[in-house]
């Protein structure tokens, strides 16, 4: 994985994001969109991962679209990003769209170190992931979920169950003590990740006041 650093190394908020290509490609719009809404400074650490289903999934599935099955690359994925966060005088926020949004809820079923998660359009229709949340305590203050409000209007049996899904989870959260929200924004999946990502960040930020 290549990692980059944006922002200040001062800065007492650092947000850890897993990026691919297109999702890099929009970091400095995504950069912007925070400062737009918060004025809190931060750090952001976008990590590229090398072999996107593999990488982020916390354990083997089938493919659900294409023909790329997911892999359990998830928790040596984490194991790196938490050699990032030695710095226990920082506060740190971890995040992402689509699969690594995923990975972001997952990881902060693994370790208390985050402050708050920031998942925008979440792959909550990964098998089983509903029922791991069913049956784990999540160890961050704050969740922000998100999802377009076309993306469950899929033929797509599996990925159709997200919406279902994510108001569940939001669901099971809050019920469990998790300061959690659930913003639902215009359109597909494909659709403004970098500005739903930041409106996550953003979210999560203002929550330690």
């Not at 970091?27 to 400074?41: C, L, M």
């Not at 659900?64 to 990032?84: H, M, N, P, S, Y």
């Not at 699969?99 to 909550?124: I, K």
């Amino acid at each position: 994985m290549v990692i980059h650093k944006f922002g200040s190394p001062s800065a007492k908020t650092v947000l850890i994001q897993p990026v691919d290509e297109h999702d890099f490609a929009g970091v400095e719009n995504e950069i912007r969109s925070i400062r737009e809404g918060t004025a809190e400074e931060f750090r952001l650490i976008a990590i590229k991962i090398d072999k996107w289903n593999r990488d982020l999934s916390p354990w083997q599935a089938p493919a659900v679209f294409g023909k790329e099955g997911f892999g359990d690359g998830a928790a040596q994925t984490l194991a790196e990003i938490l050699k990032l966060c030695e710095d226990r005088s920082k506060i740190y926020i971890i995040g992402g769209y689509s699969l690594a949004g995923l990975f972001a809820l997952w990881a902060a079923y693994q370790t208390d170190l985050f402050h708050g998660v920031a998942a925008a359009s979440p792959s909550v229709w990964f098998p089983g992931f509903l029922d791991y949340m069913r049956e784990n305590e999540l160890r961050s203050e704050t969740v922000y979920l998100s999802l377009g409000d076309r993306e469950e209007k899929t033929r797509n049996p599996v990925m159709a169950a997200v919406g279902d899904n994510i108001r569940e989870a939001c669901s099971l959260l809050r019920s469990r003590g998790v300061t959690c929200t659930l913003e639902w924004n215009e359109g597909n999946h494909f659709r403004d990740a970098d500005l739903r990502t930041a409106k996550a960040f953003a979210w999560v930020m203002k929550q330690k006041r």
